[in-house]
């Protein structure tokens, strides 16, 4: 009997073109593993494909709820946005699925996992450091750091050649990666940031800002410990709830990022992510934060999103410190519970008001009436102790000025 690799595949050029290398290089039974994270239009066909070329199993794996559930919630509740622009939805999903990986090689007992990623990008770090920290004893295949194609057209030839399908046209071979949390761009005219994006070729989830409509959209989001639960009053499923907002956020022009971002293995690189569910959740969320954290737990959380941001990036997901920061950010969302009303307008999220059993804010406190918690004398010692320092400095300073 033949030994198995598990082969990531998603039916698009650069896994679709490892099938017929991998049997070609390897004496190995192949098993193609397919996991949806919400990519559900582009599965259509996509078994008889990779059966048609020759594979000897196919897989194809629903994890969208435990995504949401067990990745991108911890996420959002961590407030983790990479260089300032970007959600991390290519980035996340690359955990569930290497553990989803691991766990179907495991079961088939193969001894190695193949994957598509090229030798410049992230995701080849992702996918390895996945199976690394949950099956050591697996073997990794990365044939983008083996093989001799050297590019996108080499890959169409290749499978051209040997008389099989291209999951492609030539003309529109921009560089795709979707899930339920958002879509990415990359390539052809966008490898060069002097270029504006083609917008209105280039989105899938919505329509740029200046296409949007002219009446605005209101919705109301509830929260329970930082968890969104309803949309506008009606309890909605976690992968609902989120394509309601797709719809909601793409049609009125909301998260669309144009980055040229840093890349784990050192160079930058240029792309345009759509995030429009995404961007409206982690808007909201942020708001009831707002109400809700008392200031020193928000700013320290603040830094704690940086540090989760880049371990997401990086790959780290499992690990000690990745899990270390979600148990401090679990603890914090005790009292993110909540209502946020929003209003979306032309690539606008605009805060209308947020309500919470757990608000730290004081009507009583912040109006300028004075009421019973609140006594205006009591800022003259306040002050006096907390600007001493600064008095403290000055009166040095001024004594060396008068020795010279």
Same mark, same amino acid.
């Given at each position: 009997m033949k030994e198995k690799?598990v082969l990531a595949?998603?039916?698009?050029?650069?896994?679709?073109?490892l099938?017929?290398w991998?049997?070609?290089?390897?004496?190995?039974d192949?098993i193609?593993v397919?996991i949806?994270?919400g990519?559900?239009?582009?599965l259509?066909?996509?078994?008889?494909?990779?059966?048609?070329m020759?594979?000897?199993?196919v897989?194809?794996?629903?994890?969208?709820?435990?995504?949401?559930?067990?990745?991108?919630?911890?996420?959002?509740?961590s407030?983790?946005?990479y260089?300032?622009?970007?959600?991390?939805?290519t980035s996340i999903?690359r955990?569930v699925?290497?553990?989803t990986l691991v766990?179907?090689?495991?079961k088939e007992?193969?001894?190695a996992?193949?994957?598509?990623?090229?030798?410049?990008?992230?995701?080849?770090?992702r996918f390895e450091?996945?199976?690394?920290?949950?099956a050591?004893?697996l073997?990794?295949?990365?044939p983008?750091?083996?093989?001799?194609?050297?590019?996108?057209?080499e890959e169409?030839a290749y499978?051209?050649?040997?008389?099989?399908?291209v999951?492609?046209?030539?003309?529109d071979?921009?560089?795709?990666?979707?899930?339920?949390? +958002?879509i990415?761009?990359e390539? =052809?005219? %966008?490898?060069?940031?002097?270029?504006a994006?083609?917008? #209105?070729?280039? &989105?899938?989830?919505?329509?740029s800002?200046e296409?949007a409509?002219?009446?605005?959209?209101f919705i109301?989001?509830?929260?329970?410990n930082?968890v969104?639960t309803h949309?506008?009053g009606?309890?909605?499923?976690?992968s609902?709830?989120?394509?309601?907002l797709?719809?909601?956020?793409g049609?009125?022009?909301?998260?669309?990022e144009?980055?040229?971002?840093?890349r784990?293995?050192?160079?930058?690189?240029?792309g345009v992510?759509?995030?429009?569910g995404?961007t409206i959740?982690y808007?909201a +969320?942020?708001?009831?934060e707002h =109400?809700? %954290?008392?200031?020193?737990?928000?700013?320290?959380?603040q #830094?704690v999103a &940086?540090?989760?941001?880049?371990l997401?990036y990086?790959?780290?997901?499992?690990t000690?410190l990745?899990?270390a920061?979600?148990a401090?950010v679990t603890s914090?969302?005790k009292?993110?519970?909540?209502?946020?009303?929003l209003?979306?307008y032309?690539g606008n999220?605009?805060p209308?008001?947020a309500?919470?059993?757990?608000?730290?804010?004081?009507?009583?406190?912040?109006?300028?009436?004075t009421?019973d918690?609140?006594?205006?004398?009591?800022?003259?010692?306040f002050?006096?102790?907390y600007?001493?320092?600064?008095?403290?400095r000055?009166?040095m300073?001024?004594?060396?000025?008068e020795?010279n």
């Open positions: 690799v595949y998603s039916g698009g050029l650069d896994t679709s073109v099938i017929p991998l049997k070609e290089n390897y004496d190995y192949v193609a397919c949806n994270v990519q559900d239009t582009e259509v066909g996509l078994r008889e494909r990779a059966l048609k020759g594979v000897s199993k897989y194809v794996e629903d994890v969208k709820d435990e995504f949401m559930e067990e990745y991108v919630f911890p996420m959002i509740q407030g983790a946005i260089e300032s622009k970007y959600y991390l939805g999903a955990a699925i290497a553990k766990k179907i090689a495991l007992k193969a001894v996992i193949c994957h598509g990623c090229t030798g410049k990008g992230n995701d080849q770090i450091l996945g199976i690394a920290a949950l050591p004893h073997k990794v295949i990365a983008w750091r083996i093989w001799d194609i050297s590019s996108r057209e169409i499978l051209e050649e040997r008389g099989l399908e999951p492609m046209k030539k003309e071979s921009y560089s795709r990666d979707r899930n339920m949390w +958002h990415s761009h390539g =052809l005219d %966008l490898e060069d940031p002097w270029n994006p083609h917008y #209105e070729k280039l &989105l899938k989830l919505g329509v800002p296409q409509p002219d009446e605005p959209t109301t989001l509830t929260f329970k930082g969104p949309l506008n009606v309890e909605t499923k976690p609902l709830l989120l394509e309601k797709n719809e909601l956020g049609a009125n022009g909301i998260g669309i144009d980055i040229v971002e840093n784990v293995v050192g160079m930058k690189s240029r992510y759509e995030t429009p995404g959740l808007k +969320h942020d708001e009831l =109400l809700t %954290l008392d200031r020193e737990t928000y700013r320290y959380k #830094e &940086l540090q989760y941001a880049d997401i990086n790959g780290k997901w499992f000690p990745r899990e920061l979600g401090f914090t969302q009292v993110v519970t909540g209502e946020v009303k209003k979306l032309k999220i605009i209308q008001g309500s919470s059993p757990y608000s730290l804010y004081s009507e009583n406190l912040a109006s300028f009436t009421g918690l609140y006594d205006h004398h009591d800022a003259t010692g002050i006096n102790l600007g001493l320092p600064l008095k403290v000055a009166l300073e001024a004594a060396h000025q020795d």
